[in-house]
């Protein structure tokens, strides 16, 4: 935007000089220092989601306070976004799929707004200047939505037998709270949640406060480090809290559906020591709060590495809470640039888990490399005609990012060696801390570290189809 606008600028100063018109009518819009505003953009250009993020503002803070009733589902909310304009703003967009608006406000002054799919496009009076922070308060009620994804899972706000589980990958945080849903743009979040009594509220961060009053408790959550809106949840429901702590002294909290609590047990008693092994491969734990969310929701089927507690919507394997804490480096910590970088999180989580599984005395990181589910698939099987470095919104949580992904880290292990192998995957996690990392830049990491042209080995692992056969 910048450099057209410059340009515009001289053009029309050029042509008022050739027509005469005297210089201070240039102090229109457009004038060298003055604003010249025009609406954010409605979305970041991720292909996969089309409509996702936002352009014009970098959200800093979200504040979420809401009161749920899991017997009637009746949501009551007020969402505080903290943002700062990035240009020279007349409109801007919110990404919001949640319940009737009874109130929008930006700094104070009501807004006027419209809604269109899961655009909630806000017309901000007076206008904002480049650099301006603004607060916008956001008042809706009734039942936040389910959402299904491009491979007919659910996320959202998924109302469960005794609260609600709430996975938000890829697309489920606007079903709750209005945001800019894209990785890219982290902020941290507070989380006011208020239930009946006998329900417990957990989300990210830590726990501030518990208040009982007039038979509701009021549950306080706050996530100091940046965080993705897919990686928010204040899960709802009767749990079993324990608190501990990890061997270095990271706070773990733990919350479990007292119906799962056997057959969760031994993920659940393991999560010190995994965070532990991960800290010695992949660096510092990320974050200043760890635990997990066990909860009974049959419909979601699958696990979300929610940041600093990965939510289970059943009893987790340890090799599955392995996976979800790996995730905490890997996906919460470094995320994706776009979604079809999403082998960055689900290979890494499961190499990481194969690692885990090593380190434990099971199957070495090769044997399950090479095991029927993995390199073994026949040259044949469908498996392989996936791209790993783009899947395509259908198949992004399929076997491909996954084990495909997996197999590339192994792969490249061998190819590059194990100190330089183990060096690469620390520095990533500490050079992209708490941001973002694409694809072409883990190569570009690869290769620089390994000294090796890798171009060929990237281009057979993540950007062809076709079981590799040499690399
Ligand atoms: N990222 C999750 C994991 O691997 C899985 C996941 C998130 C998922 N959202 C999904 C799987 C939607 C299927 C559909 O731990
Ligand atoms: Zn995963």
């Known amino acids: 935007m910048k450099p057209r606008r410059a340009a515009g600028t001289a053009l029309a100063a050029v042509l008022c000089a050739l027509v005469g018109v005297p210089d201070h009518a240039l102090a229109a819009p457009g004038a060298p220092g003055e604003p010249r505003y025009s609406p954010g953009a409605a979305d970041v250009g991720d292909p996969y989601f089309p409509d996702q993020g936002n352009g014009g503002y970098d959200v800093r803070h979200y504040d979420i306070a ?67 922070d603004f607060t916008v308060v956001v008042k809706y009620a009734g039942t936040p939505p389910v959402v299904t994804d491009p491979d007919g899972s659910i996320e959202g706000w998924v109302p469960t037998d005794d609260g609600a589980f709430v996975p938000g990958e890829p697309q ?65 429901g009767n749990f079993t809290v324990a608190q501990s702590a990890t061997p270095s002294g990271i706070p773990v909290y733990t919350a479990v559906d007292p119906r799962l609590a056997d057959r969760s047990a031994a993920a659940v008693s393991k999560i010190p020591d995994i965070v532990e092994y991960f800290s010695t491969i992949f ?61 960055l999180n689900e290979g890494f989580a499961t190499y ?59 792969a490249l292990r061998g190819k590059i060696g194990d100190a330089v192998f183990f060096k690469l995957i620390k520095d990533w996690a500490t050079t992209h801390r708490h941001g973002n990392g694409r694809t072409a830049d883990f190569v570009a990491a690869a290769q620089q570290a390994s000294g090796q042209d890798l171009t060929r080995f990237f281009d057979v692992w993540l950007y062809q189809k076709g079981k590799p056969a040499t690399w």
């Open 352 to 410: 990481a888990s194969w690692l885990w599984t090593e380190h434990t005395g099971g199957a070495t990181a090769q044997q399950t490399f090479d095991s029927a589910g993995n390199y073994g698939r026949a040259a044949t099987s469908s498996f392989w005609q996936t791209v790993t470095a783009d899947p395509g919104p259908e198949d992004m949580f399929g076997n491909v990012p996954y084990n495909r992904g997996a197999m590339t880290l192994h």
């Open 172 to 236: 489920g945080a606007p079903a709750w709270f209005p945001g800019d849903d894209h990785p890219t743009d982290k902020a941290t979040f507070t989380f006011h949640a208020t239930v009946p009594e006998g329900v417990t509220a957990v989300g990210n961060g830590k726990l501030v406060s518990k208040t009982a009053a007039g038979g509701h408790t009021t549950f306080v959550w706050d996530e100091k480090e940046p965080m993705a809106t897919y990686l928010a949840t204040v899960t709802l």
């Open 283 to 343: 660096g510092p734990y990320p974050f200043s709060s760890v635990g997990a969310i066990v909860d009974q929701a049959p419909d979601v089927g699958y696990a979300l590495e929610s940041q600093t507690k990965p939510i289970f919507s059943s009893a987790p394997s340890v090799g599955t809470m392995a996976h979800e804490l790996a995730h905490q480096w890997y996906g919460d910590s470094v995320s994706v640039g776009r979604w079809s970088d999403i082998w």
């Open 66 to 132: 809401f009161a749920y009733d899991p017997s009637t589902k009746h949501m009551d909310a007020t969402t505080t976004v903290e943002a700062v304009a990035t240009q020279d703003m007349d409109r801007f967009d919110l990404d919001f799929r949640g319940p009737q608006i009874t109130s929008l406000t930006v700094d104070g002054h009501k807004a006027s707004f419209e809604r269109s799919g899961q655009e909630l496009i806000v017309t901000p009076r007076p206008k904002l200047k480049s650099g301006k």
